[in-house]
């Protein structure tokens, strides 16, 4: 079992910011990449930004220059830093890991329970 907890989430006013964190943890063999998405209700979950194991990065373009996505490999955790945050940023954010719990299974999507984040006006 895989087990991913986010936390850092909270309300903040526009222009304001927050780091979210999250921690993977129980049988991970290999990660391939470590990610934040966000959903609204009535919306589909959609990528925020993600990191690769050796550190590229990919942001949604609504948040290029605003979030930055960080990873720490040896602990398992990745952060997302949100600056200049905006109404439209409120959303459930949610951590997300693309890996294999063990040498011989195949990569998976392995989700937290969320994290709720509010930007008020």
């Known amino acids: 079992q895989v087990q991913l907890v986010e936390s850092g989430g909270g309300l903040v006013q526009a222009g304001g910011s927050l780091r979210l964190s999250c921690a993977a943890s129980?049988?991970?063999?290999?990660?391939?990449?470590m990610g934040w998405y966000r959903q609204v209700p009535g919306k589909q979950r959609e990528l925020v930004a993600d990191?690769?194991?050796?550190?590229?990065?990919n942001y949604a373009d609504f948040v290029k220059g605003r979030f930055t996505i960080s990873s720490d490999n040896a602990k398992n955790m990745v952060y997302l830093q949100m600056n200049s945050l905006k109404p439209e940023d409120t959303a459930v954010y949610y951590c997300?890991?693309?890996?294999?719990?063990?040498?011989?299974?195949?990569?998976?999507?392995?989700w937290g329970q969320g994290t709720e984040v509010t930007v008020s006006s």
């Open positions: 997300e890991i693309k890996g294999s719990s063990t040498w011989f299974a195949a990569p998976a999507d392995y």
């Open positions: 990191i690769t194991r050796g550190g590229n990065t």
């Open positions: 129980g049988s991970i063999f290999s990660i391939n990449t």
